[in-house]
């Protein structure tokens, strides 16, 4: 064990857990609310930017004239098109560490009222 384990100020979270019902608090209501918000957040994301992936191949397959139209100088539609999908990768990377604040949150509170009605 480590040294910041044993300090007297350091979190004794290992019994915490240890005692916690997992497969109670898997069939509670407000978990499975929680599992219902984050799916209304990661499963919408996920089919945003698997359309938005997929839309540069459809479109240099489809539109290869329209994709290699010159934007500035070599730089074509399909190139800025390219680098966009790490803009929305990093925009949804973003949106979902705010959301994650929230369903941590939610989290926390499905573990204290698991504690309170545990007695403890």
């Given at each position: ?55 540069l ?18 730089v ?12 929305v ?32």
């Amino acid at each position: 064990m480590s040294q910041e384990a044993n300090h007297p100020s350091a979190p004794k979270l290992a019994p915490t857990i240890a005692s916690k019902d997992f497969s109670a608090i898997a069939t509670s209501k407000p978990f499975k609310d929680l599992i219902a918000i984050k799916k209304t957040f990661v499963v919408p994301a996920f089919v945003i930017f698997l359309v938005y992936y997929f839309a540069l191949a459809v479109l240099v397959g489809y539109a290869p004239r329209f994709a290699s139209t010159r934007v500035i100088g070599t730089v074509t539609i399909a190139y800025l098109f390219a680098l966009s999908q790490f803009v929305v990768g990093w925009i949804i990377a973003v949106l979902y560490l705010v959301a994650a604040a929230k369903f941590d949150a939610l989290a926390t509170d499905i573990l204290i009222k698991d504690a309170e009605r545990q007695g403890g």
